[in-house]
């Protein structure tokens, strides 16, 4: 049997925004991305704290909500080897977040090699292979071959390349079972061509106007996308001025700088013919020092891209309390993400006179493309995780709908999947095997 349980917090809790799964088969456990809120010291997860044992960890890629509580399950694990892609290993270290011994047992494993893991207590061996996922540098689905079956782990997945990381890659087996994230399972996205567009539009708009215009985004994958579609439009002639970003997207823009063209032969092209857009020295985008920041805000207009979604801590809460006040600069934020709202907290509503706009570039597949996804991989059995109520039962219908046996993932209940042997003799018997919930 093969039990899959997304997990709840040492409450019994959980957050749907946070992934976190555990997988056992064959007498060996798993542990796909244990994830957390930025900021906060995550407990360890309430199925670890009654486990026996643990042999391996696996991190689909380097977002805190599939990584921030790695520290946690570290200490109280310390031998458990860690694999994620070279990327993923390299972004964590460029974040800074983890110490060295969080780190220390961190396996790179690059993609499509395989990696088996050797049972520690009794048990047989797994092999663990990491395929790309889209959704950032270095992100991967988790194909985990166990001598019970084939479970795939998207993590958080995108169909659609990207300008700085490739989409996500085609299956060249069938699974018994996939555990599909559902983050935007109950949603349509516009085109992305469109909404980069309108990105370039408004930040065009605002040169223009003389003002200097502030991108807040995210500043692991978002930031990167944002610089090169900016480094693009400007080298097209649609837009002038001079592209900064501050400390932490810098440090992340470092790794995308080594990697990223590795992974993805049209952005190696890109680099070949205009340049690195994430190297300094390659002069398409600078970067400011603290102490610099006022006196550059006082020269020509400038797009400066910054990691603080919310304005309320560093760099992000300097320049918003730089600009907000003064009609001809521009705030932009990710769409849906309260931008007016977060500039008022960081200046007061009364003097806010600048433009506050929005971006839609999201790095996840849609409800469509999710269903699409599915359909590829073709498994026996999906397991929805990782989204809000919502979002998973809007994305077991769809998939319903298109035929697939679905079930929604529900914290700290393990579901279970008949071994292959015993699947054999029922596929014998003619009839299909059905998943039991335990
Ligand atoms: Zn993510
Ligand atoms: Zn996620």
Redesign the pocket.
Known sequence: MILITELADSRGLHDPSISGLLIDAAGLRVLVDPGGSPGSVPSLPLALTVADGLDAIVLT?A?A??TAGLPSVTAAYPAVPVLATPSTIALLRALGQFTEATLAHARPTPFYERYTLEPTRQGSAWTVRLLPAG??LG?AMAVLETPEGCVVCSG?VSLASQHTVRRAARPRQQPDVLVLESTYGDREFRPRALEEARLVAQVCVGIERGGHVLIAASPLGTAQEIVLILAQARLQGQLAGVIWVDELVASVNSVYAQQAALDYPRLARWIALHGNPFRPEDKLVSVVQPRDRGAALQGPPAVIVTSSPTFRSGPGRFYARALAEATEHLILAPAGGAARQHVEQAVAPRRVRCTIGTYGLISHADGAALVALAARWHPELVVINHGQPEAKAALQARLAESGLHAVVARAGQPIGWPARATKMVEMGANRTPRPRKD
Do not use: E, G, R, S
């Open positions: 890629h977002h909500d599939h959704h950032l992100a958080d």
